[in-house]
């Protein structure tokens, strides 16, 4: 005979409780997300820091250089009336192609043509003003890039190099010396009010060969 005691209920599920429930697929979606936006973070940090860096390199560069060749950049930038040829002739303190060629030679660089270019595709930017008939515009280098670029220039240059471009500039038609003729004009153009005994003592003070005249060898003692 059957027993007339029911049978025990089975306890319910809790599925009202979230016991039960799948993973929130948000929690993992708003962490990756903030993951991507850390080393997005991270990355504009760098960028920065790598700029700064640049910066700062620059800024040590410029303040290895004399004040003498700081005012020799800004006036070949700048001056029209000076150095060799005229050059920023617009005044718009941004040269293009010929000027910055003009200005290097102002220098003493005087480089080729695919340096200049090579100059200027990187470290120059693009003219908004070119002619409708170019099919490029053309590229413009401002003070700040000249500076930069005319700093390493000087920088790296042989100091020797640098005397006998002094030279030549006392130097008169190529002759090889300088004499008292040559040192009467350069103090002329400097305006400087030597005597000209004073002009004969320094022949006589650096002439060691007895010429009447100072050599390149001579000239570059007295220099170096």
Do not use: W
């Not at 003592?201 to 010429?211: Q, S, T, Y």
Request: one cysteine or more.
């Amino acid at each position: 005979m059957a027993s007339s005691s029911a049978h025990p209920s089975f306890p319910s599920r809790p599925y009202g409780t979230s016991l039960g429930k799948l993973p929130d697929r948000s929690l993992g979606a708003a962490f990756g997300a903030s993951t991507a936006q850390q080393k997005r973070d991270a990355e504009r940090m760098e960028r920065e820091r790598e700029r700064q860096e640049r910066e700062r390199m620059e800024r040590e560069e410029q303040n290895q250089l004399s004040e003498e060749h700081r005012e020799e950049i800004k006036e070949a930038f700048a001056s029209p009336q000076k150095k060799f040829n005229l050059f920023d002739l617009d005044k718009d303190q941004k040269i293009d192609y010929h000027e910055l060629k003009v200005a290097m030679k102002a220098l003493g660089f005087d480089v080729p043509k695919s340096e200049v270019l090579s100059i200027l595709q990187t470290h120059g930017s693009p003219s908004t003003s070119s002619p409708n008939n170019q099919q490029q515009p053309r590229l413009l280098l401002d003070f700040k890039n000249f500076q930069k670029v005319m700093t390493q220039k000087i920088q790296a240059r042989d100091p020797r190099e640098e005397v006998l471009r002094a030279f030549d500039l006392f130097d008169e038609g190529g002759k090889g010396k300088i004499n008292l003729n040559d040192l009467r004009r350069v103090a002329r153009e400097l305006g400087e009010g030597l005597e000209e005994e004073e002009l004969m003592a320094m022949i006589e003070e650096f002439d060691l060969d007895g010429d009447g005249a100072i050599n390149r060898e001579e000239f570059m003692a007295i220099c170096l």
